[in-house]
């Protein structure tokens, strides 16, 4: 998967390792942890979107689904967190494979709006079936993950579990997309009638890059929930779709590194928004559409692309 | 009531929301068949119209009449600007970067209409008197007839003007075959814009004459546009009598789901049956399939 990976893994590694160390306050701690959560979903998006080429603006439901699947099973039936999360990424991948199949035969626009009819779907049901999911109010205590007689309970062991979780997730998509199957889903975004004369069986990768993007945001949801430990449907509806898609966009769709930074920015910058509160739709809106006409590679690729031109 | 009064009354409340459907589906026709593009912003143009009467009427204290097209107008320049500022400038965009782009501006119309309007709920009075006028046991609202008359006003002026103008007439051939219109010496540019501008404006009529009766809030354009496109691909994208009858169709199952079964899924029918059509016959119920095989779908 190319030195230039490998080290800058081990980079990142590196800082995530001492970045608590630097960080007394776990107020920026509980912010780093939810970099992490929505990097797992972005990393997943930006195979599907960035790399090959299909868009989805229904990935909040897939980190719901994992959500609620986990907080469910471990509160109400008194599943353990990890068989919780196990079984999450299960009834996520199965519902995602369900989708898939149909859904990914469309292009474009229809891909879109079917995966946002999908979204909405999802976030309806999660407010109306309120005997497992609490309604619109939710619910609470969840439990939080063991490690056999260890309770996960700070932010610090968090956020070392969710960055672990990144760096393994990260590590499988990195050896995804540097294998055949990487070049076949590039070869999906760059044609696809092309790709299927070639012998590539489109429909097939698709379908795996789709169920495999809903497995890393249902991982994520379950994190959120046994982190949080209380879930209503407000964080899994269209607008966070919209929050991710801009986060894999602003940071460069073709990598799953930009990916990352933009989920980054896009978590920490609302942080030192506080002061604007509600607006910072506003800010959301301004910065996705200005990113999108004028460096629609994304802030990265379209940075790097100016200073090389300025040389 | 007994259950066919009941059922008249469901079928008039269809009615009324699917005329309403019908329009933002139009809305969506229009921009599609001249650009392609799926303008997720629709909806909020019908926000936007609703929103901008009821300031113009109650702060502005401007007359009925006058606020009334003076809000289509600020919406339609609205549209025409949208179009200028962020598609216009756009050199050979991917649909990914269309999609996001559209979304993006539907997020600031909501943003900017949370910003000068505030986060509640408004209410319009009808344009003509709150008496409820009973037909077989059942009522109708004197505002349904108004939103029955305007839009069947509204589709009568769209097809006078695809029919009969020369600039409707260009308009159907950027629509038929962009390169073609172009090169009979067509504008594409100007019919890009004049189409953002008209779906502008029949959301804006469409939000106006909805808000006496569903009331507006600065959130509701996303709903509305899903609502709108699932009757658009229903009746077949880029079909305007198609847009009508699926508007009316996905509105009364959508009453009749609510009377019946349960009123809260009622907003997941139009949904269900939008992704039942995308994966059955994307064509839709009146769009020719032969049309249909130079859609990207």
Not at chain 1, 3 to 9: D, Q
Request: with cysteine; charged share 10%; net charge positive.
């Amino acid at each position: 998967m190319g030195r230039k990976n490998i080290l800058s893994l081990l980079i990142l590694a590196g800082v995530i390792l001492a970045l608590p160390l630097g960080l007394g306050n776990s107020y920026y701690l509980n912010v780093l942890v939810f970099v992490g959560i929505y990097s797992l979903i972005t990393i997943g998006l930006s195979l599907l979107m960035g790399y090959t080429g299909q868009i989805s603006l229904g990935h909040a439901a897939f980190f719901g689904l994992g959500a609620y699947t986990s907080g469910v099973l471990s509160t109400k039936f008194g599943v353990s967190p990890w068989l919780a999360l196990l079984a999450g990424i299960f009834v996520t991948g199965g519902i995602a494979f369900l989708i898939a199949a149909p859904a990914l035969k469309l292009k474009g626009h229809y891909l879109a709006m079917a995966t946002l009819a999908f979204g909405y779907i999802v976030f309806i049901v999660f407010n109306q079936a309120s005997s497992l999911t609490g309604g619109p109010s939710g619910f609470g205590q969840i439990p939080r993950f063991r490690l056999g007689n260890f309770l996960l309970r700070s932010d610090v062991h968090y956020y070392y579990l969710v960055w672990t979780l990144v760096i393994v997730v990260l590590l499988v998509s990195l050896n995804i997309i540097h294998s055949r199957v990487g070049r076949a889903l590039r070869s999906i975004h760059e044609g696809e009638l092309t790709a299927n004369i070639m012998g590539v069986n489109t429909a097939k990768y698709k379908i795996q890059v789709f169920v495999l993007s809903a497995v890393y945001a249902s991982l994520a949801g379950s994190l959120y929930a046994h982190f949080i430990t209380f879930l209503n449907p407000t964080p899994f509806g269209f607008h966070f779709s919209i929050v991710l898609v801009a986060m894999v966009a602003v940071g460069g769709m073709a990598s799953v590194w930009g990916a990352m930074i933009g989920a980054a920015l896009l978590t920490i910058l609302p942080e030192y928004l506080r002061a604007f509160q509600d607006y910072d739709i506003l800010i959301y809106g301004s910065i996705l559409l200005l990113i999108m006409m004028f460096l629609p590679q994304g802030l990265f690729a379209g940075i790097l692309r100016l200073i090389k031109k300025e040389r | 009531m007994s259950l066919g009064d009941q059922l008249l009354q469901y079928l008039f409340t269809g009615i009324t929301i699917g005329a309403i459907y019908g329009m933002v589906a139009l809305g969506f026709n229009i921009i599609y068949s001249a650009t392609g593009i799926i303008n997720l912003a629709q909806g909020e143009f019908v926000m936007l119209g609703g929103m901008m009467m009821v300031y113009l009427t109650a702060i502005i204290k401007l007359p009925m009449v006058v606020s009334f097209f003076l809000s289509i107008l600020i919406v339609t320049a609205i549209g025409a600007a949208f179009e200028r500022a962020a598609i216009h400038p756009l050199k050979s965009p991917s649909v990914i970067t269309l999609i996001i782009i559209t979304v993006a501006a539907s997020i600031l119309f909501k943003g900017g209409a949370m910003f000068a309007w505030g986060k509640h709920t408004v209410s319009l009075s009808p344009f003509s008197g709150e008496e409820p006028i009973s037909v077989l046991g059942a009522t109708i609202l004197p505002q349904t007839l108004w939103i029955l008359g305007i839009m069947a006003a509204t589709v009568a002026l769209l097809i006078l003007f695809f029919g009969f103008t020369l600039t409707g007439k260009a308009m159907r051939a950027c629509a038929a075959n962009r390169t073609a219109a172009s090169l009979v010496g067509i504008n594409v540019k100007t019919m890009v814009l004049l189409s953002f501008a008209l779906s502008a404006g029949i959301g804006a009529t469409a939000g106006i004459i909805i808000t006496p009766i569903a009331l507006m809030n600065y959130d509701r354009g996303t709903m509305l546009a899903v609502k709108g496109f699932s009757v658009a691909v229903l009746g077949g994208l880029g079909s305007n009598v198609g847009a009508v009858v699926a508007g009316f169709i996905i509105g009364i199952m959508e009453s009749l789901g609510a009377g019946f079964i349960s009123s809260g899924y009622k907003d997941a029918i139009a949904l269900v049956v939008l992704l039942l059509v995308l994966f059955l016959k994307p064509s839709g119920l009146l769009g020719s399939r032969e049309r249909a095989e130079f859609k990207k779908f």
